[in-house]
């Protein structure tokens, strides 16, 4: 059974920079077949898809975000971590790990989410 579970800090000051890591349990990140994406869900609004990384590393983020998104892997402990520069309250939202089957572009598991507030 694989688990994904998000893991940092609740709260961050505005202009610091959001750090969360996803632990990925029952199967390995470098597999293949599968991209391992962050999204979030700002109160009452829909889920925004922030960025992935591929099982070699590879990365892709949102046009929105990119300026500020950074996402990177420790293949030895199998996370993969979602850094986001400069926040500011509109950041506030529920971030999701989740992981992607990649010949259909589908999401087949996800963290139960972490809520993440910018405020001073």
């Known amino acids: 059974q694989v688990q994904l579970q998000e893991s940092g800090p609740g709260l961050v000051k505005p202009s610091q920079t959001l750090s969360l890591t996803c632990t990925v349990s029952?199967?390995?990140?470098?597999?293949?077949?599968?991209?391992w994406s962050w999204i979030r869900q700002p109160p009452g609004k829909g889920l925004e898809w922030i960025g992935y990384?591929?099982?070699?590393?590879?990365?892709y983020y949102s046009p929105s975000l990119k300026s500020r998104t950074s996402i990177s892997r420790d293949t030895s402990k199998n996370q993969f971590t979602l850094q986001l520069s400069s926040v500011t309250p509109e950041d506030t939202a529920v971030y999701y790990c989740?992981?992607?089957?990649?010949?259909?572009?589908?999401?087949?598991?996800w963290g139960q989410g972490t809520q993440v507030t910018v405020s001073s």
């Open positions: 989740g992981r992607v089957l990649r010949t259909v572009a589908a999401y087949d598991y």
């Open positions: 029952g199967g390995s990140i470098t597999t293949d077949t599968y991209l």
């Open positions: 990384i591929s099982y070699i590393g590879i990365t």
